[in-house]
Structures are given as C-alpha cells and as structure tokens.
C-alpha cells in the first residue's frame, strides 16, 4: 500500500480527503467536457468533408468487356438505355447485338431494305432508340430498335433488342446515294436531312431535307408521311462536308470543307441563313469534330491541329435572334478528334482520336478522366446513365467499360468562378440547381449564396449595430439602476424569440406594410434620429432651471413623448412625401401615379420586391440586437467605476466620458458583441428563408431579397437526392458558412486580444 | 503611534496668514445622507486657500464622503441626500444654475487608488483639455511638460510620453493621475488619501510635491496617517463617527489637542 503522503502532516493541516476528490474529479471532468467539444466540432467537420471531398474526385472508369465482332466496317455504335446489349451497325446493313452481360454473345438483324437499296448513310437517336439509314439510291427509313427486357421465368432478366424499319421515304434527287444523313424528332416537328453525291453523273454534293408529318389517328400515331421538301444546296456557300439537325426539329447546322459553318433556320415554308461563322479562321480545312453535347445548344468543335471549342446559342444583348457564339475552350488535344459520342443524360462528351480518349464536360470545361489504349478507336458511345462507355477498335473489338463518375458537374470552377452557362449571354455566377427538362444545364456557384449571406448580414447589422450599441452605451451609463432591471430581461426575452415567429412575422406582417409605406419608413429612419440629435442639442443648451426639473437619468421621459410623436408624424407624412417626390407614369395606363414601387424600378433600375432586404435587415436585426445590446452592456458596465469618477472628476460630461473613456476600455468586449451578432446574422436560416424571395441574385439593392448559404440549405436540402451532387454541393454551402465563421471568428478573436491588451485596464 | 515632533510640522513654510482668503471653502451646517443613513452630521468648517488642510479620523468616519461632495461626486451614487450648503469663493455649489462640470473643472481630484486612463501618459495628463476642446499642439505639448514637472515626474517620463500609462510604477500611475488634475490650472486640488498605495519612497515624493502645488493651489488631503497629516498640512480637521470634532491649525492639533477625542486619537490609542 502506497504511504499516504498527507501521513507526516498534523491532523489540523491536513486536506479532507473528500476536497481532494472532488477537485480532482472536477478537473478531469472539464478536461473531458472542453476536449469532447473540440472533438464534436472536428467531427462535423470532417463529416462535412466527407460529404463534400467526392465532389471534385475525378472520372474512373474500367474496362468490364472486350468483344471480338465481325471484320468489317462499321457505320454507327449503340447501346441501349441498360447498358447491356451494345449494338454496331455493318455497312452492309447488318445489326450486331453483343450481350456484354450475359452468356448470349452476339447476335445478327440484317434488313431487307438495305440488302435491296444499298447502305448509304446512318443516324443514331440514341434517346429513341432509333436509327435513320439512307439508302445507296436516294430512299431513307426510320429503323426503331426495340429494345426490351425479357424477365426470364427461372427469375433473371436479359434484354433483346427487335430492330424494326419502317416505311422507306424519297428524298432529294432520286436515286442519288446518301453519304450523310440526320433526323430530329420534336413531336409535331420532324426532319430528316441528307447529303448526297450523285458521283455517276459527276455532280456536286447537294444538300436535301424533308419534313414529315403524322397523321392522328384514333388510337395513338398514325402513318408518318412526308409533308415538305427542301433543297438546301444553294443555301450552303462552299462544300458540304457534315451537318447535324438539332432535336428542336428547327434548323440544321452544316460544316463545310473549308472549316466554316452555316446555321440554317427553318422559317414557315423556308429556311434561311442565319448566321455563318468560321470557328477557326487561323487554320481553314475541314473540322475534325462537329457535334453537339445534350440539349443540342452547345456545338464541340475541333480542328486539325486538336484545338477544341464549344459554340452555344444565345442571344446576345441587343438581338434579335439567338446565334451561335463562343463560349468555351476546351483543354487542347494531342490529335485533332475524329470519335465523338456525347451523354444523354448530361453536358458530358468523349472525343477521342487514334488510341487516345478524353472525357470531358460542357459546362465546367473539365476533362473528367482520360486514356491513351493500346488499340484505335473508332466509335465510342456513352451508356443512357452515364455508367458505361463502348468503344469500337480498328481490329473490330468492343471495348466495354465501367464509368463511375457521379458528380461531373461539380468543379472549383463551378462553386467559385463565372461560368458561361447555356443560353447565356456571358459568362455568370449562377445559382439554378435544377430545371423543368432532362437537358437542364444544373448551376451551381455559391458566389450568389455567399453574396446573399453577406448581404443579409450587411443590412441587419446596419439595422442593428447602432441601435443595439446606442442602446447599451446609454443603459449602462445615463439610465437609472431601477430602470436597468426592467431593460435587460426584457431584452433577454427578446433574444429568445424563436426566429421562426420573427421570420412569420416579417413575411406576413412586416412585408406588407413595408411595401405600401416605404416613403414612411425613409422619413422614419431621417426624421427620428435627426430630431433625437437635435433634442439633444436643445436639452444641452436649455437653461439649467428647465433642466433641473428633470433628474439625471430620467431625461428619457422628456425624449420619449418627442420621439414617438415624430415617429408617428413621419409615418403619417409618407403618403405626402410620396406625393412629393415618387411619381411616375403607369407604363400601362400612362397615368402620373405616385407609388414608390414603381418609381424605384423605373429609376434605379433595379427591381421592388415585397420581400426584401429591408424587411430583413429589420427581421434579422431584431434577433441580432438583443445579442449585440447584452454583451456590449455588460462590456461597458465592467469598465472599472474609478475610470469613469476619473474623467467625471476632470470635468468631462457624461457623454465625453462614455466615448473617450469607457467605449475603447470596453471595446474588446463590444468587438465580441458585434462578432457574435455577426456570426448570428451570417447563420441565420428561418427568417430569411420566409422573409426573402430566396431569390440568388447579387445586386445590393435593399429592395431586392437574396438567398443565403443557410437559407439554401434549408430550401433545397429536402429535395437534394441523397449523395447526389446537389446534396454534397449543399454540403459544401455548409462547409464555406463554416469557414467562414471560422475565419471571422479567428480574426476577430485576434483583433479582440490585442483591442483588450491595448485597453488593459486597472482591476 | 507617538505623538507628532514638532519638527514635523509644516507651518514654518506656510505663509502669513491674511494673505489669503481663510474661508475660501465654506462647509455650511451640512449632513449628508446614503440612502436614510446619515454619514456627515451638520458639519461646518471653513478651508482657507492655498493652503493644505488634512482630514484624518478613523475609517468610516466620512471623510471621503466630505471631500467628494466638494465636487459633488456623490452626485452619481443613487440615493444620496444632503442638507446645508458648501460655498466656493462664495458660491454654492448646490446652486442648480452652476454646471456641475464647470464646478469640477475648478476642483480637481485625486484618488485613493491611481486610475491612469487606458491611454499613452500624455493623452492621460492632456485629458481634462481635450474635453474642454483645446486640441492646440503647442498649447498641449506645453502643458504636458509644465504639469509633468509639477508632479514631478517629467525627467522619469519625457522621453516615453507616448507610451502606454499603465507601464509605469504604482508611484509614478500617482503621480501621473496628480499631473493630470493638474494639467487644467484647477484652483483646487482634492486628495483622497494618495499615498495610501505607495511605497515609502514614493510616498514622500508625493509629500514633496504637496508642499510645491501649495503655493498654486488650496489644498484638501485626506489621510490615515497621522505624521503625513502633520508634515503636510497647515490646518487639520479630525472627524469621528461623520462629526466634527476638531478644527485647526496642524501643531494645535497635535500638540495641543483640546479634545480628549481627539488627543486619544493623534496619540494612538485608538483609530
Ligand atoms: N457609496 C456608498 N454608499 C453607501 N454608503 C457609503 C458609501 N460610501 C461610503 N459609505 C458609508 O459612509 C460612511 C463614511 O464612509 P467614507 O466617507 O468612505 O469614510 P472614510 O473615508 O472616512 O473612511 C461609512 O459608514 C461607509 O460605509
Ligand atoms: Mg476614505
């Protein structure tokens, strides 16, 4: 047994062994508390991070399958929306199915028309799962594949596929071969377009569409027949080299040999040139790639030396038409690409020439995964889900590979830079997570949610900070004792509100009267601290006699009547001012009108929202000022009473000695009252979520709302699928509130030391 | 504590008296209240000018609470009463046409406990003239060298004036914060026991310093220690439970106590 070594002490000295353990026990047990704080707060954050460090993974693919097929050429490469069945169209006219997944290897679908006709040209649809072939002798056919699941009866389930022509239609000069064809299907709009080169009678290359038309039948489509022929040749200055018919079904866009392009459009019973431009006027000669990427607004275009850029449809500021423009410029490639597939399901595209692949995507410019194979490619395509990749090689092998790619969209490009997004005029920071079609180009930059909080933050601390602050200088320096009990519980209620009423009360209450009254509220926040200024400078140079009647600290009761009757008079006179000043003519009756919420768009501008950064500022401030006012109050009223008898004694007035002496003694601790606030603003989540539009636009304008980084959370979180990109993107929104947060809180805890070394006082 | 030598006194180096206003500061029948406890009892004295008059008397027989009512500081204790009257050259302070910051502008003030600002040592000692509005450079850079001096202090600090004031000693914060009531040519200097903080060596720079500002300025000092009170001051008061007891010259006092009270007192038999 160990010697107790209280043993050689006096009883009387000694320590009650009990003291002894519960001090011990009591400082292992805040050890533990304060490290299991640190502990939680690193935890969320690396839960935060987890969540978030997928987002800028890399592509990664691997192959699953090589299939040997037929030594022959081949037109297209397919797969169905399973990605099981990948399919590649011989020239001659014969499909090849491979089963990639199952047992059955290949299987063979030749049609009749093309043994009879000739193979001249194909299309894939690769969303409808349709090919147009055209024909050796001016014919085309829409051939559907058909393909199913078949639920095998022992359980199991394999897919086939039943290609299955339709009707063959005349097009363009007949008996003419097709060496180029494509097909969009909009519905009541459908075009198919053909190159042909009637080689015999040693003519040019003439360029052909016809617009079809179905018949409504009773029960579901009727026949599909030709409704219209166009000769596009004489549109087309040059030499036809390659077109593409976007899915609108409206217009074609034809490459030339000479590296320039034509965009055609469909106008009634024409079409027209609309726009004609060389994507690379520095090096002339035929593109190497012309497609689109999904949604058909983005043309990729590549040229002989590997330069890669992409052209969108927008319209320009002052246009009347939406045009093609340069957008983006991809990272260069080794080898001008000759294989091209893109996704259907996202801006994802693979170019690849000779042995070399690159996955790249649209709209962040990001190369997403890349491979140099020991073999050449010929045709690549991309599975439905964007899960698969097929590549054919030059020794008619099927490449099968895994893609396993689930955020292609996120990039620090995308969360922090301008992007120029599809349809827009210039590059922007945008916020648009999702949209009402599949083609929908997801935006998601976090610059507009930071600008929104910073925003919000901005307007409720000019709301708050001089009030609050004002408020505790003159509650614990001018106000009576008895008085000072009553202010800080209630302000202490104040802080407790739950700021889902305060947010209930701006967006049902508050925005309404704002809206009508803001001419009100400008004469408000002028008129009662102006006259407070000046009661103050009266009060001041009043003659002692009236002053004397009222005692130090009970000069509120002279103030409050007067600040309440100007208040209430500059609420009344706001109709009036508006009267005055803020008439505008009615641009749809044409009437003089005096109404602010027309005459602020009209002049600035800018937009009149209800729900707007004013009612925010106010909302947020109120859950602000309470904090802001009960820390800067004890602050100033811990300023040691012997500093403040010192200047009082030196013939300083009240206000001198609360500005030049207990404002910098405190100013450590209202530095922490405003950070705190701040960091209360910066988080705040439901009053701004119901008090705001949560609209993600980065304007200053007080009349306008804003999305904060918590309010977005708090909006989209619900509808976020889970670990999707969306998710984790709002994951990321979290992780920059909390560094944020952090850096503010850092800093000013730095600032706050060297204020409270500065400002040191005597004890 | 034995009685005071004679050689302590102070009076060989006062001037003759009639040069002066001997009722310069007039304590008139005056009570005083906390709250309903009575802690000066009708108090009438009278304090001639340029002259150092002492308090002393045991701990809570309130002499604080009389020197600070002569620049109404107890003004900012709530619930704080009072009765009779205090005149200054004349004038009652009680008058509620006088601006109580004027009043203390003319009376200043130093504390038990040193209360530098949290300022650099010359914007502590120009502080009564910037919130009197008197920002003039020259104008302040004069009066911090000339009050320096005055509080003795100016070789010890000229060449760090822009430094933090709470970098000096507990003796030099003192005689900072004298420097500092001083600054603005106040007619009065109050002293709620100065030294009572300081070392001994300090103590008796201060003691120095009380005999130079006499010749400027009329002097009030309360103290605790009795062979201060007799080597300071020209005149002493001795307050027992907030009365009066006695009042006069110093060597009177404490040679020639007519009070039995007050000789218990000055010969250490009880305080
Ligand atoms: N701020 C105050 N509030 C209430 N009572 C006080 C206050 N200051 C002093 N007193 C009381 O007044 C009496 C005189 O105090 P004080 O003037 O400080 O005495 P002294 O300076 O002679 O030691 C004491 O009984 C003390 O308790
Ligand atoms: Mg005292």
Redesign the interface.
């Known amino acids: 047994m160990p010697k107790d070594p209280q043993s050689d002490i006096p009883a009387r000295f000694r320590v009650a062994k009990t003291t002894l353990l519960v001090d011990r026990f009591m400082n292992q047990f805040i050890k533990i508390g304060g490290l299991s704080i640190i502990v939680a707060v690193f935890a969320i954050f690396v839960f935060i991070l987890a969540q978030v460090i997928p987002l800028f993974r890399d592509a990664k693919v691997e192959e699953l399958k090589a299939v040997q097929l037929d030594a022959a050429e081949y037109a297209i490469l397919g797969i169905d929306e399973w990605s099981e069945l990948p399919f590649a169209l011989r020239t001659d006219g014969e499909f090849l199915f491979a089963d990639v997944i199952g047992e059955r290897g290949l299987t063979r679908k030749s049609l009749p028309f093309v043994t009879e006709h000739g193979f001249g040209a194909a299309h894939y649809n690769q969303l409808a799962q349709r090919v147009a072939i055209g024909t050796r002798n001016g014919k085309f056919a829409l051939v559907d594949l058909h393909y199913r699941p078949v639920h095998a009866p022992g359980g199991g389930r394999s897919i086939t596929a039943d290609p299955r022509p339709g009707p063959l239609y005349d097009i363009g000069r007949p008996g003419a071969p097709i060496t180029h064809i494509a097909y969009a299907d909009a519905g009541a709009r459908k075009l198919a377009v053909v190159k042909q080169e009637p080689a015999e009678n040693g003519g040019p290359v003439e360029l052909h569409a016809v617009s079809l038309t179905q018949r409504r039948g009773l029960v579901g489509g009727g026949q599909i027949s030709v409704d219209r022929s166009f000769d596009l040749t004489p549109l087309v200055p040059g030499t036809i080299d390659r077109f593409l018919v976007p899915a609108q079904a409206d217009a074609v866009v034809v490459a030339t040999t000479e590296g320039e392009i034509i965009y055609l459009f469909r106008q009634g019973d024409r079409f027209v040139v609309r726009q004609t431009f060389r994507p690379f006027p520095e090096s002339p000669g035929p593109l190497s790639t012309f497609n689109f990427v999904f949604g058909d607004v983005t043309l990729v275009v590549g040229d002989q030396a590997g330069s890669l850029k992409g052209y969108s449809l927008y319209l320009a500021p002052g246009a009347e038409q939406r045009l093609f423009g340069h957008t983006k410029t991809f990272p260069a490639q080794k080898a001008p690409g000759t294989v091209f597939a893109n996704s259907v399901r996202n801006k994802a595209f693979v170019v690849g020439s000779g042995s070399h692949a690159d996955l790249l995507f649209s709209t962040t410019e990001d190369r997403r995964w890349g491979k140099s194979f020991d073999f050449a490619v010929t045709h690549a395509v991309i599975g439905g889900k964007y899960d698969r990749m097929v590549f054919l090689d030059d020794k008619h092998v099927l490449h099968f590979y895994r893609l396993d790619d689930p955020h292609p969209e996120a990039s620090f490009r995308a969360f922090f830079g301008k992007l120029w997004y599809e349809g827009s005029p210039a590059p922007r920071f945008d916020w648009q997570s999702t949209g009402g079609s599949d083609d929908f180009e997801p935006k998601l930059s976090l610059v507009p949610l930071i600008f929104g909080s910073l925003k919000g933050t901005f307007y409720a601390l000019v709301f708050a900070v001089p009030i609050a602050l004002l408020a505790a200088i003159y509650t614990s320096q001018f106000l009576?004792?008895e008085i000072k009990t009553v202010v800080k519980p209630v302000m202490e209620i104040m802080a407790s509100l739950p700021s889902v009423v305060l947010g209930f009360l701006a967006a049902l209450w508050l925005a309404p009267i704002v809206e009508t009254r803001v001419p009100s509220i400008l004469l408000l926040v002028t008129l009662v601290p102006f006259s407070a200024f000046a009661l103050g400078y009266l009060w001041t140079h009043a003659s002692?006699?009236v002053r004397?009647l009222i005692p130090?600290g009970w000069e509120f009761l002279v103030f409050i009547p007067v600040l309440l009757g100007v208040g209430y008079a500059a609420w009344q006179m706001g109709p009036a001012l508006e009267r005055l000043l803020f008439v505008v003519t009615d641009p749809s009756t044409g009437a003089r009108v005096a109404d602010f919420r027309l005459w602020w768009p009209t002049v600035t501008g800018t937009p009149f929202e209800q729900r707007n950064s004013l009612v925010v500022g106010f909302m947020m401030g109120f859950a602000v000022i309470p904090i802001i006012f009960t820390i800067s109050e004890d602050a100033l009223s811990n300023v040691?009473q012997?500093?403040?008898?010192?200047?009082?004694?030196?013939?300083?007035?009240r206000w001198?000695t609360a500005f030049?002496?207990v404002l910098?003694?405190a100013s450590a601790g209202i530095f922490s009252a405003l950070m705190i606030g701040l960091g209360r603003a910066v988080g705040e989540t439901m009053i701004v979520v119901m008090a705001t539009g949560n609209t993600p636009i980065m304007e200053w304008n007080i009349f306008s709302g804003m999305r904060t980084l918590a309010a977005n959370i708090a909006v989209e979180l619900p509808e976020a699928p889970h670990h999707g990109t969306l998710y984790r993107t709002l994951f990321l929104g979290a992780m920059v509130l909390f560094l944020l947060t952090f850096l503010v809180n850092t800093l000013a805890e730095i600032l706050r030391q060297r204020l409270r070394s500065?400002?040191?006082?005597?004890e | 504590m034995a009685l005071a030598r004679p050689s302590d006194f102070a009076h060989a180096s006062a001037p003759a008296p009639g040069t002066f206003n001997p009722a310069y500061i007039q304590v008139k029948n005056f009570s005083f209240y906390y709250g309903h406890n009575k802690v000066l009892h009708s108090l009438a004295l009278d304090i001639p000018e340029r002259q150092v008059t002492a308090f002393i008397g045991p701990s809570g027989c309130g002499k604080s609470t009389l020197l600070r009512n002569l620049?109404r500081?107890n003004?900012?204790i709530?619930g704080v009463r009072h009765e009779g009257d205090i005149t200054v050259g004349g004038r009652s302070i009680y008058d509620?046409?006088?601006?109580v910051?004027?009043l203390?502008?003319r009376i200043?003030?130093v504390?038990q406990?040193?209360?530098?600002?949290?300022?650099s040592i010359y914007e502590n000692v120009v502080?009564?003239l910037?919130?009197?509005g008197r920002n003039g450079k020259s104008e302040l850079d004069e009066v911090v060298e000339r009050s320096l001096r005055g509080a003795a202090l100016w070789d010890e600090v000229k060449d760090r004036l822009h430094e933090?004031a709470?970098g000096l000693s507990g003796g030099q914060q003192q005689r900072l914060?004298i420097a500092?009531?001083i600054a603005?040519r106040p007619e009065i200097l109050l002293m709620d026991e100065p030294c009572s903080a300081l070392d001994p060596i300090a103590t008796s720079k201060v003691e120095e310093l009380i005999h130079e500002l006499k010749k400027e300025f009329t002097i009030v000092i309360v103290t605790h220690n009795m062979q201060q009170a007799a080597r300071v001051s020209d005149r002493t008061a001795f307050f027992y439970l907030g009365k009066l007891i006695e009042y006069a010259a110093t060597p009177d006092i404490f040679m020639n106590p007519k009070n039995p009270q007050t000789e218990a007192y000055v010969s250490g038999r009880f305080g």
């Open positions: 009576k004792p002692p006699r004397v130090h040691p012997s500093l403040r008898s010192g200047s009082l004694a030196l013939g300083a007035s001198q030049r002496i910098p003694t500065r400002f040191r006082s005597v | 620049n500081m003004d900012l709530d509620p046409l006088l601006e910051i004027a203390r502008k200043g003030m504390f406990k040193s209360n530098p600002f949290p300022k502080y009564a910037r919130v009197a933090s709470f914060c500092r009531a603005n």
